[in-house]
């Protein structure tokens, strides 16, 4: 029987040719020269992922084994965010629901009620919301600003009331938040920080890297996002108590996967007569990530630093050879120098006054090979959700509906490079030539 090594070795070589000849097909044959996303595993992944299958006695975080990929990448992204504890989910969306179960869990000192406010941002993601409205929490929109998509903190500190307990912060596309004034508020208001930092791993306000600030963080690594696991994402947490919590959470309710050996003693002498493996000491659902997307995780970190780059340097690219057009488009430039951006994607806004739309902007490119897409939730509150729950708005919203008129974004992933940038810039010279 060949030994398991050498059936890796065996399937990262067929499925290198694999992917080398589907890559000269794609090149011919794919409808976008400039997709939003591109296949960024190859592989290394692969092989990892069947090395994974081949020890079925640790598929799972139900298994007894003590090293864990899944552990092994919780370790290494929280500790390159800069945060104690890290704990994936199966998804962002499920770490971002996991979050507010902690805070809204009968154990926690001052935890939230139904009734009780957390000021989020109008531009958004819908599971970003979704937990306030599943947990009779009552979301307060904020506007964002046109420099950082991210929420104003005049209007943050104008939302805020007796009922507010939380901030919700939002790192969208890329932008750090300013998380000073932010951090500032909360501690004067004693309000508890999530930030939901799926669209910016890497990003950094004021020389500390996004997602470290809060109380809790949560991150994604869908398809699209800086790093993939395919599906999958993580709570980060400095707070022991919130990470126990969210591993119990996360895992059905049961202690199997908590740190603390104190915490299993405790329940473990008060409840002789439970076996331990089943015992439920809090709420529990199913969030869990199996072995697979540990293993994509770990090769996927070791390429984070190279894909980052990438991205930073294709939108300096952009921003330098689109400044042609500025009668035309506000460009993402920053000139903060507080400011890191990791650039999830490049995003576009027309100015108010131009004689087109974003529609015969978005046409044009899409007929000529760049896929496009609108800057994630626009205005959250002209979606169907948004009137079946309760909330309050502050403000007018002008910049979120500015966004939502004439914001646009295309790709920046780590597939992008020369030809890419040269296709964007020759097709935008081609729209702009006759206006
Ligand atoms: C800001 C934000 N939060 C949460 C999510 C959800 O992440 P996931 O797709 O991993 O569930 C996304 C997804 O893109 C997002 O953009």
Not at 261 to 282: E, G, H, M, R, V
Request: overall charge negative; some cysteine; glycine content about 6%.
């Amino acid at each position: 029987m060949p030994n398991k090594e050498f059936v890796v070795a065996e399937v990262k070589e067929i499925i290198k040719g694999y992917f080398d000849e589907q890559d000269k097909l794609e090149a011919a044959s794919s409808k976008y020269k400039v997709p939003l996303t591109s296949r960024l595993y190859n592989e290394d992944e692969v092989a990892e992922v069947v090395e994974t299958l081949l020890s079925p006695e640790r598929l799972t975080l139900n298994s007894a084994s003590s090293d864990l990929k899944i552990e092994k990448f919780e370790e290494q992204f929280s500790g390159f965010i800069g945060v104690k504890n890290g704990i994936m989910m199966n998804s962002g969306s499920s770490a971002d629901l996991a979050a507010f179960f902690v805070l809204t869990n009968p154990t926690i000192k001052n935890r939230l009620l139904p009734g009780d406010e957390v000021i989020v941002p109008a531009v958004n993601w819908n599971t970003s919301i979704a937990p306030l409205y599943a947990l009779g929490l009552r979301p307060v929109f904020v506007d964002v600003d046109l420099k950082n998509y991210g929420m104003n903190i005049d209007q943050v500190r104008l939302a805020i009331s007796p009922k507010t307990k939380a901030i919700m912060v939002i790192h969208l596309v890329g932008f750090p938040v300013d998380m000073d004034s932010i951090m500032a508020i909360a501690r004067e208001h004693n309000l508890f920080v999530i930030e939901d930092t799926c669209e910016s791993p890497g990003a950094e306000w004021n020389g500390k890297k996004v997602g470290s600030f809060g109380d809790m963080s949560t991150h994604s690594f869908y398809l699209s996002h800086h790093i993939t696991t395919i599906e999958g994402g993580m709570l980060m947490t400095n707070n022991d108590e919130f990470a126990e919590l969210a591993r119990i959470i996360r895992s059905q309710g049961i202690m199997r996967n908590v740190k603390s050996q104190a915490y299993k003693d405790n329940f473990n002498s008060k409840y002789p007569d439970i076996d331990p493996l089943f015992l439920f000491t809090n709420v529990g659902y199913n969030f869990r990530p199996t072995e697979m997307e540990g293993a994509f995780g770990i090769m996927q970190f070791r390429k984070f630093g190279d894909y980052l780059n990438t991205r930073i340097n294709n939108a300096m690219d952009l921003n330098s050879r689109l400044a042609k057009f500025s009668e035309y488009l506000i460009l993402p430039v920053n000139d903060d120098n507080r400011v890191k951006c990791s650039w999830f994607f490049y995003p576009l806004m027309l100015k108010e006054n131009v004689k087109f739309t974003v529609k015969d902007v978005t046409s044009f490119l899409e007929k000529n090979g760049i896929e496009t897409r609108p800057v994630m939730s626009g205005d959250f509150t002209r979606h169907p959700v948004f009137s079946l729950f309760e909330h309050r708005i502050v403000g007018d919203l002008k910049n979120t509906k500015l966004i939502h008129k004439n914001g646009f974004f295309i790709g920046i992933h780590a597939g992008i490079g020369d030809k890419e940038r040269d296709c964007v810039v020759s097709c935008f010279e081609e729209f702009f030539k006759n206006k």
